[in-house]
């Protein structure tokens, strides 16, 4: 079965840090780019980082300076560090695969549960 299996969560503290995982399974072709999006109890998904085709990065403001983004030819990842108590949310990946024949396809993972405690 075609999907991204998400990895990495889980429960730290205040300052700690998470490397969050998003593994392209059953899937023939390599990520070109994708984001990580997340969404907070009670408020809409958004957008944590992305990454283009070219390597370029984009970054909403909260996670600038501590939200890392990359990628290899079969996972995204992001890599967390000074974490906030704010930042307690799920956190789902997407990803753009392209395959042998340069068709892209857009999937997403099934969140993974970030916890930030005091």
């Known amino acids: 079965q075609a999907q991204l299996v998400e990895s990495g969560g889980g429960l730290v503290q205040v300052g700690g840090s998470l490397r969050l995982s998003c593994a392209a399974s059953?899937?023939?072709?390599?990520?070109?780019?994708g984001g990580w999006f997340r969404r907070v109890r009670g408020k809409q998904r958004e957008m944590v980082a992305e990454?283009?085709?070219?390597?370029h990065t984009n970054y909403a403001d909260f996670g600038k300076g501590r939200f890392t983004i990359s990628r290899d030819n079969a996972t995204l990842y992001l890599q967390m560090n000074s974490l906030k108590l704010e930042d307690t949310a799920v956190y789902y990946c997407?990803?753009?695969?392209?395959?042998?024949?340069?068709?892209?396809?857009?999937?997403w993972g099934q969140g993974t549960q970030v916890t930030v405690s005091s």
């Open positions: 990454i283009h085709s070219g390597g």
């Open positions: 997407n990803a753009i695969i392209v395959d042998r024949d340069f068709i892209g396809r857009s999937y």
């Open positions: 059953g899937i023939d072709g390599r990520v070109n780019g």
